[in-house]
């Protein structure tokens, strides 16, 4: 069974970071892509991070040069650093893995940026 546990939100000044982990089990991040989404209040779903198998990143315009996505294979953890964060960025963030046909996703962690 293949199960995605974040952790890391909280509450955060404007300015200030973050550093959220997604923790897998029964799935091997490395033998795969994934990536960190977010879903503010009445917005849809949006990829803020992504890490391919063979470590290369991409980022959403909004998050480019504040936000950086890592992975350690060795505890099958992908992390997701935010920097600068700003008000925008308040949002549910949601670790995902494809793997095939199927989506994982973890149950989301509420990152809460006060300005």
């Known amino acids: 069974q293949v199960q995605l546990v974040e952790s890391g939100g909280g509450l955060v000044q404007a300015g200030g970071s973050l550093r959220l982990s997604c923790t897998a089990s029964g799935i091997i991040f490395s033998f795969g892509s994934t990536g960190w989404y977010r879903q503010a209040l009445g917005k849809q779903r949006e990829l803020v991070a992504g890490i391919s198998s063979g470590g290369t990143t991409n980022y959403a315009d909004s998050v480019k040069g504040r936000f950086t996505i890592s992975r350690d294979n060795v505890k099958n953890t992908v992390y997701l650093q935010m920097n600068s964060l700003k008000s925008a960025d308040t949002a549910v963030y949601y670790c995902?893995?494809?793997?095939?046909?199927?989506?994982?996703w973890g149950q989301g962690t509420q990152v809460t940026v006060s300005s």
């Open positions: 995902n893995r494809a793997s095939g046909p199927r989506n994982y």
